[in-house]
């Protein structure tokens, strides 16, 4: 088995590259190889999120929000042909 470890930087530098509103975070805490950077690299990514100008809701939240727009119509609502 490959142990790849990664620092908290590089979490930090990831998780906040890759959040986007709309984003759902999920980090877990247990089962990886390095749960303890996972867990020590969250205080600072809550910072930085924040930062962006974005917040964090509860899933309660999330479910009871009213959609902002449809997503506009599929003028060929098919899917494609799939070629092998």
Do not use: W, Y
Not at 15 to 35: K, Q
Not at 57 to 70: D, M
Request: proline content about 10%; overall charge positive.
């Amino acid at each position: 088995m490959v142990s790849i470890m990664v620092t908290k930087k590089a979490n930090i530098q990831r998780m906040t590259h890759l959040v986007r509103p709309g984003s759902i975070v999920l980090a877990h805490d247990g089962g990886t190889l390095n749960c303890e950077v996972v867990v020590a690299a969250l205080p600072e990514f809550i910072d930085r999120v924040h930062d962006k100008g974005l917040r964090f809701v509860t899933t309660s939240e999330i479910l009871a929000a009213k959609p902002t727009a449809a997503p506009p119509a599929q003028s060929n609502p098919s899917p494609a042909p799939v070629r092998s």
